[in-house]
């Protein structure tokens, strides 16, 4: 059984940066391609990166230069370093595993002063 859970969230100020990491079991990410993406209040739910089973990655244009994310394959977690945070950053941010369309629960970042 896939299990994707997202930690790391929380609340930050301005400029903060949060990690959020992504674990999962059931599945192996390094043989799979997986995204983060992030649904803020009263918006659809948008990409953020995409990193690829050969280890590609895809930012969109709005975190490219602030958000980074990486991989961990000796314990399948994913992570999404962000930097330089804005209030408009504020969403709940989620990982997916694509060959099995398969989503966490999220982690919410709040971004506020």
């Known amino acids: 059984q896939v299990q994707l859970v997202e930690s790391g969230g929380g609340s930050v100020q301005p400029g903060g940066s949060p990690r959020p990491s992504c674990a999962g079991s059931?599945?192996?990410?390094?043989?799979?391609?997986m995204g983060w993406y992030r649904q803020a209040p009263g918006k659809q739910r948008e990409l953020v990166a995409t990193?690829?089973?050969?280890?590609?990655?895809y930012y969109a244009d709005f975190v490219k230069g602030r958000f980074t994310t990486s991989m961990d394959n000796a314990k399948n977690t994913v992570y999404l370093e962000m930097n330089n945070l804005k209030p408009e950053d504020t969403a709940v941010y989620y990982c997916?595993?694509?060959?099995?369309?398969?989503w966490g629960k999220g982690t919410l970042v709040t971004v506020s002063s």
């Open positions: 997916h595993l694509y060959a099995m369309n398969y």
């Open positions: 059931g599945c192996i990410f390094s043989r799979t391609s």
């Open positions: 990193m690829t089973g050969h280890h590609n990655i």
